[in-house]
């Protein structure tokens, strides 16, 4: 149980297009899911905080405008890179937690990750 | 702002030693800690979970160990195989208004020689 998956796994893109990255929790439903960007050789940054049905909190330094998170239900988020530019390029990483009251409602699931070009 | 720091970076071994690895974090006001490995270009694999009340946690060849007051965690690794070449992660999990924020160290990127 508590898997997460994530499509697609990696995507090249031309510089000024937009990418969607879906993260789906598939056996269990999760109210929040966090988006976290890892380059090369480097840990995980969190980027955002998205609840079902609300707003996502984005972390400092994260431009909303830029890394579009949609939380429509309780398995899936999507995180769209808008206008994606070489810098971009990078391993994006989603992870779900449970809902409430479930024992393991304060562990997060990882996701596979999704390796972004972008040329 | 809590900050977690691995250490060392980057660890080559032979077959069969046993290992420590070292995780550090500035706040000691954390729900949990806990480990993960991380293969190249993939995700993340949870290895052991320890909550703040807990002093270890094992799990077949791995012992992760945690010191909240002296903001400590150590990862062993028994007998280590060429298997258990991988990145191994420490995370904090802390107290926020979106609950429960992960903070992520460096990372130790392990290699085991055959």
């Known amino acids: 149980g508590a898997v997460v998956s994530q499509h697609p796994s990696w995507v090249i893109c031309k510089s000024g297009t937009s990418v969607k990255i879906e993260c789906r929790s598939l056996d269990f439903q999760a109210t929040t899911m966090f988006w976290y960007r890892q380059f090369p050789k480097q840990s995980l940054m969190l980027m955002a905080t998205?609840?079902?049905?609300?707003?996502?909190?984005?972390e400092q330094g994260v431009e909303k405008d830029k890394f579009l998170i949609n939380h429509a239900s309780l398995t899936l988020s999507t995180l769209t890179v808008t206008s994606a530019h070489p810098e971009d390029s990078s391993f994006y990483i989603c992870?779900?937690?449970?809902?409430?009251?479930?024992?393991?409602?304060?562990?997060?699931?990882f996701g596979p990750g999704t390796r972004l070009t972008v040329l | 702002k809590q900050e977690v720091t691995q250490i060392p970076a980057a660890l080559s071994v032979p077959e069969g030693e046993n290992l420590v690895l070292n995780c550090s974090f500035t706040d000691s006001a954390i729900y949990n800690l806990q480990w993960f490995r991380q293969d190249p270009g993939k995700g993340l694999t949870s290895l052991l979970l320890?909550?703040?009340?807990?002093r270890e946690q094992t799990s077949g060849r791995l012992n992760a160990s945690l010191d909240k007051s002296s903001g400590r965690s150590t990862l062993y690794i028994a007998a280590s195989q060429p298997g258990d070449s991988a990145t191994y992660l420490c995370a904090v999990r802390g107290y926020n208004n979106a609950g429960n924020m992960l903070t992520f160290g460096g990372g130790t990127r392990l290699m085991v020689k055959p």
């Open positions: 992870s779900a937690r449970d809902t409430f009251p479930r024992q393991r409602y304060n562990e997060q699931f």
């Open positions: 320890i909550q703040s009340s807990q």
């Open positions: 998205s609840n079902e049905g609300s707003k996502a909190t984005y």
